[in-house]
């Protein structure tokens, strides 16, 4: 046995010597034995992870979700909000989520391991701070809204492009959601103030430069009063409309105004104004103007110069002037409206000054800072809650939203109890509106309007507690309507031509050729409305500059290179020519006296027959006519000041009467040739200006706001060139319309980047329709024929013909 053992240790050794050759019969070397091996790593640990910034937010908060899973072949983010599509995400690796929050949600996040297939849920719970709140948005144009808590009405000041009652006041019962009646205003109603008996409305306007006072609920107007012309500084006798109007706590009969256009305020107690001193609210031109809140009967104050840090002014109304007692400077350099309450003045920014002293009260935690041109604030009281509301306008830029933010606060702590984000997106708000006015109202109401024309009204117990919660939303169509994307259609009848006439006893139109023109240079083609295609033509024996009919179709006057004849129809014999007229008067500048067919201005020169009866002004004047020869009015149309001259012409006689400075020109940019035309007692500018030059005032403005927020066109071409409409007039008095041949995006005045056909009611002001016309080149001008057609001429020289191009009723 020994024996044996030694010999397996001897032959274990020798092959761990590894001896070399010979030795023939030795055994094969044995490997040697294995290292051991280290031992595996351990199996993976499964991870899903989910993390939110916050478990508590406020009402349309922007939060955070951070989720990750190390190992997994699949993964889903989940929701319990109704108005989600789940799966909100399903990403394998770390993600975040960025979203608002508008209810209390539960976020469920759930993996599948790669390796067991095993899953692995994480949830997150995000609870909303803010009490219920519900809101709705109506599109139909409203301007300004009030609130009489006397009779728990709503009252809405619509503009021209409501659905509902073009430029009109309308009673809206929020409770019901009712409209119990309404009363057409005037052009643009754009703000309108309740009496704190309820007893009367007052409304101030856009586009004419008058007040008016109504009787509530039956909302009949007990006056119309106009707003005087501004009679200082270098913009003397430009028309001035209202930005801002309140009534006198106390004094039913007593309201305040401020302008839009110049620092100024006007008082009337019943029609009678009394005039802030000049100078009293500020330099001139600086814009917006003021905004107002009485602390009294007796005391308005008014808040102005807001990009200066704008000032706070005191002013006694109690005698038959405005009396300045004071002011005080505010850090508020964002526009918006004042709030008064238990005697105390408070502005969008959170300032609180005491009425009465004009110190300055502790203030709310507010900035108004100037971070874009759509930045802007508002603020709304209610003492009896102990509550203050502040809403604002801005962009947030953890995901570019941009929302209407609302606070409340305790009004004697300064507390900030409740925020809410309202995403214009949500409501379905034009991104570019800012909010214009807000108000407290009902139970548990807010009511906000916007630049666009929306009415929003927020509610619940985010307002205050115990609501009805029975707010409805204002019935009526989206405004717009009236916009056609079909060309108007038309013929061109003409290639060059200088002017053209309508004759309606013969029915027939007369255009006159232009001398350069490749055929029938310097002649008068006639044109029958049903033979358009075959036109006559008389011959003349100088260049004709322009051509006006008569009214009761007798003659033709036609003006020559410094000359003007009259001419027989239909003969087109020549029975009187005058020369030395002062030049060659183009179209527009010459103008048949109504009824006394004898009698033609020439320019500024009156003639009967031959005769001239004398001058009302000197230069460039446009003349027209009042609705009888006894009135007359010439128009300086291509210079600086676009003045009005008036006379009383009857007699015989030529007696200047008024002077009016800026009148067609101080709404529109750049003007350049401005003309206009007469219909009744008004003067229809091509600025779109309705001018009654007997009472002073303008009763209206044909203009279709921002036409980008209607599909029309975009920007650069909204708001600086499309408001008011720019072009020739042509007035249908028998059917209540106004046709304009508008342009917009010009770059001078023979030139225009898009021409549109807008219809016009001539009592409500409202659009009716709106075309794109697409003729090269500015029209110069248009007019009714046949009735139910149109002609015009462009800077160019081309004739159109546009048969029956609208079809309102």
Known sequence: MRQSVSAVCLLVLLSSCGGGGGGGGSPAPSPPPSSPQPPGPPPTTFVVTLTPSTTIASYGEAISLFYSSNDATSCELRSDDPDDSNPLHAPFVSSTLNRRIYRTTTFTYRCTDRNSAATLTRTATIAVSTPALRFAASDIGVNDVAWDR???????????????????IVAFDPVTGALSGSAFAGSEPNTIAVSDDGSKLYVGFRSSNTVSRFSVPALTRDFTAPIPMNSAGTNSGHPQFALDIAAAPGA???FAVSLQTFARMIVYDGQSPMLAPPGQLGPEIRQPGEVLAWADSNTVLALYDFGWGATLARYDTGSVTVTPQGSTTVNNRVFGMLASDAGRIYTNCGHVIDATTLQALPSFARSCPETSPYTNAQVATDSANNRVFFAERL?????ASILYKIDVYREDTRELLHTARLPLSLARIPLGSKITNMIRFGADGLAMTTSDGQLLIVYGEFVAAGGTNLVRVVPGEPTGGYYRADLVQFTSVLPRAVDLAWDAQRSQLYVAVAQDAAAHAGQIAIFDPQRLDTPSYVARPTPVHAIEVTDDGQFLYVTGTDSFERLRLPTFASEALVSGVGGAWPAGFLRAAPGRPLTVAVGPVIYDDITPRGVLSGGSMQPAWGESADRFYVFDSEGSGFWIDSADTSNGGITPLWHYDNIFSSVHPFPFHT???QSGSLLYSDTGVVFDPEAGIVTGIFALGPLSGHGVVSVPYSMAFATPAWGPVAIDAARNRAYVASCVGYTNQDDCGLNFLQVFDTRTY??????????TGRVRKLIRVNEVDLAAIAFDGRVIYMPNPDSVD
Not at 151 to 159: D, E, P, R
Not at 395 to 399: F, I, K, M, P, S
């Open 150 to 168: 006397n009779h728990q009405v709503m009252y809405l000041a619509l503009g021209a492009r409501s659905s509902v009652a073009p430029n009109s």
């Open 252 to 254: 039913p009969g007593k």
């Open 395 to 399: 962009e947030e830029a953890v995901d």
């Open 675 to 677: 003309g206009f035309t």
């Open 766 to 775: 409202a659009p009716l329709m709106i075309s794109p016309l697409d003729v």
